[in-house]
């Protein structure tokens, strides 16, 4: 009987071990300051511009949508230097899928044509 009963305490254990694996071996998508990261580090690899800040951040139905503010050429003084705004699309890993300028401007100057920032 003692064997039976460490058959059936093993089998049990062994199914707990089995959904414990299942649940840590699904893939878990990044959170928003994993995707923040991630975003800035692929437009930094693809441009080889510097990413600076990140000035809109959404999630979308396939994944998220950021603009990403990015030094495009350093002057002297600094507030002269020409910077560009970047719509940036990731899809739900994280994973860059596309971007484009959609300004630029002078780091000193104020955005007047469009309030909110946007």
Do not use: C
Not at 20 to 40: H, N
Not at 74 to 82: A, F, H
Not at 109 to 116: C, I, L, Q, S
């Amino acid at each position: 009987m003692s064997d039976t009963r460490n058959t059936h305490a093993s089998q049990g254990s062994h199914k707990s071990q089995n959904s414990d694996r299942g649940s840590g071996g699904v893939d878990k998508r990044p959170g928003p300051m994993e995707v923040l990261r991630q975003a800035r580090a692929q437009l930094t690899e693809l441009t080889g511009m510097t990413a600076e800040t990140v000035s809109s951040f959404e999630q979308t139905e396939d994944g998220w949508s950021l603009e990403v503010e990015v030094l495009e050429l350093e002057r002297v003084p600094d507030t002269m230097s020409l910077m560009g705004s970047y719509q940036v699309e990731l899809d739900a890993d994280g994973e860059l899928t596309g971007y484009r300028r959609i300004r630029r401007y002078e780091r000193g100057r104020a955005d007047a044509h469009k309030p909110g920032g946007r």
